[in-house]
């Protein structure tokens, strides 16, 4: 191959963003340094289009050798809080993944921006308004028709900076005024029409406390944010391709010769079946109590699926998987469900539970006798070596893997059939025995000792292998089977006067009382496991010394995609 079908290659193996990049640092922009951004609102806990972006931003920077910042963009009072700060910089460590430096707030800046708003008025580019929200809307015109002009546009410089003062030493009421920058009434972009840059909170500051009675906008803040910190590629979703032009007007009026100068790149979000990611629809499921909190593990946010069980690998690997694409798409929630199957396959212990228990009496097994048994941690890494399970005359089975009149295809537990026992023996059943009421309360089995460990002694087949739990040595644990939040792929699809809410799924959480092999008792929590052929788990923040509680994961298979398809 050539070097120049190489270099052709390899520009096709890169996403669109990379090859900006690329071609910034091959032009020497910028001094060919990268510095990138994540700049969340911390008004709520981050979810997993926010882990994408998280992982785009800090992931360019460490594939060209630069650096990202955590950024606050606290300029809403009102509705943030140092637990979402909090949370956020939790996350973003989890996810692995570390920002340059300490992290930073739009509020260090409240100074610098307040300076440059000032600098706009004495330029003839701001103006104080005295419009009033409805007004302002109401002037802006439609995107078929310009606006009309404030009549407060052109009044004198110095008023305007007198004004805008008395704003800021909260001399003025709420609602009464705002600073408009002076650009385009009849500008064919809305945001162009002489936008917002600041207007009047009487709310104290988490961070500043009551120091400032005016905020900027988010518009006005953040191109100056990234300015002022050197952001090179200020990268954001595509909700925000229309805001560009008024971020790059703010940067022209302010940026210096010889300076870096952020350009704003916007990529699609991420959208995802059965799934919610409108950070106001989250939080009512919250304060609606139709979830446990922010970290339920039925929804979509990071801790809510490290909560889970869901690893920081499989979140990254997944975000790989679905690429960094120019336009919306829907990507099926079977595959981040794939992924950290994927991830858990590799590296989760296994050990048997039976979340269903029928017991299972071994009639010709030494009443008095418990043996201890060799199993496997994980076939997939040796490394992780084996474990001892007891094993005794009466064990638990899942009801499942027994019928009484079973069909040929069944190769579980049935009358006078044999199947093995994982890591133990094969059993036979000989007698099925029943409560008054016909309800089947255990199984009567042989075994065969000379097929220990479920090894075959004279080369019989036997197709069925059973997981099971010693009945006199097991942990009791409460498992919490949680499945998708939502029962249909679009939740915001809803029939005339329905609501989101009418799509949650009634199934999404159910909670049993299993049985586990003794082993979890020393398991840490959080841990994650692989009960054989049930799925993964792992150990939730419940737990206590007196019980131990297990979340599901995931199931060993998209059992969703059997539902859709029978649907279809």
């Known amino acids: 191959m050539s070097n120049k079908e190489e270099a052709i290659e390899k520009k096709e193996s890169l996403n669109f963003i990379e090859q900006i990049i690329e071609e910034d640092i091959a032009n020497n922009k910028n001094g060919g340094v990268i510095v990138t951004r994540f700049p969340p609102e911390p008004n709520g806990y981050l979810h997993i289009g926010h882990a994408k972006s998280i992982c785009l931003n800090f992931g360019l920077a460490q594939k060209y050798n630069g650096a990202t910042n955590l950024r606050f963009d606290d300029t809403n009072p009102t ?28 509020s260090d800046y409240f100074d610098k921006i307040y300076g440059f708003a000032v600098d706009l008025i004495k330029a003839g580019k701001a103006y104080v308004c005295e419009q009033t929200a409805e007004e302002v809307a109401q002037f802006k015109g439609t995107p078929t028709q310009p606006g009309k002009e404030s009549p407060w546009r052109n009044r004198p410089i110095e008023e305007s900076l007198q004004l805008f003062e008395k704003m800021k030493n909260g001399e003025i009421d709420e609602g009464k005024m705002s600073l408009r920058a002076k650009i385009d009434m009849a500008s064919p972009n809305m945001h162009m029409r002489d936008p917002l840059m600041y207007r009047i909170k009487k709310d104290s500051h988490h961070r500043t406390g009551d120091k400032w009675n005016i905020y900027p906008m988010y518009d006005f803040a953040h191109g100056q944010s990234d300015y002022i910190e050197g952001i090179t590629h200020s990268i954001c979703t595509l909700e925000f391709e229309v805001h560009r032009p008024l971020y790059n007007w703010f940067l022209d009026q302010i940026a210096e010769e010889g ?13 995802m079946t059965y799934t919610i990611m409108s950070k106001r629809k989250l939080l009512q499921l919250v304060e609606e109590k139709h979830v446990s909190g922010w970290d339920d593990p039925r929804m979509p946010t990071v801790s809510g699926l490290r909560r889970r069980g869901y690893t920081a690998e499989s979140i990254r690997n997944f975000a790989d998987k679905i690429g960094v694409a120019k336009r919306n798409n829907i990507i099926d929630v079977s595959l981040l469900e794939f992924s950290v199957r994927e991830d858990l396959n590799k590296k989760a212990k296994r050990v048997m539970g039976v979340l269903n228990p029928l017991k299972v009496v071994i009639t010709n097994y030494d009443e008095d006798k418990t043996e201890e048994l ?16 007891p094993f005794s005359r009466e064990i638990y089975i899942e009801q499942d893997d027994f019928m009484e009149d079973a069909p040929k295809k069944f190769f579980r537990l049935a009358p006078g059939r044999e199947v093995r026992l994982r890591y133990a023996y094969f ?4 007698d099925v025995i029943k409560d008054d009421n016909g309800t089947i309360t255990e ?10 460990g479920g090894k075959s002694p004279d080369g019989r087949k036997v197709k069925g292998t059973l997981h099971w739990v010693d009945a006199n040595n097991n942990i009791k644990a409460e498992v919490r089977l949680y499945d998708r939040l939502f029962k249909t792929e679009n939740p915001d699809i809803v029939d005339e006067g329905g609501h989101f809410l009418d799509n949650i799924n009634p199934d999404s959480l159910t909670k049993i009382e299993g049985i586990i092999e003794p082993s979890v008792k020393i398991a840490k929590i959080g841990e994650n496991f692989q009960f054989e052929r049930l799925g993964y788990f792992c150990i939730d923040d419940d737990t206590t010394s007196e019980k131990i509680v297990f979340n599901r994961t995931v199931t060993l298979r998209d059992s969703w995609s059997k539902i859709s398809n029978k649907r279809k």
């Open 79 to 106: 509705k943030e809080d140092i637990e979402y700060v909090d949370s956020i910089k939790k996350d973003v460590e989890w996810l692995g993944f570390k920002w340059e430096d300490k992290e930073l707030y739009t």
């Open 259 to 271: 300076k870096v100068r952020p350009r704003q790149i916007e990529f699609a979000r991420l959208n």
């Open 374 to 389: 060799t199993a496997i941690n994980n076939p997939e890494d040796e490394t992780m070596g084996s474990r001892s399970i």
């Open 427 to 430: 059993i036979t059943c000989n």
């Open 443 to 452: 199984l009567h089995c042989t075994y065969d000792p000379l097929s220990k």
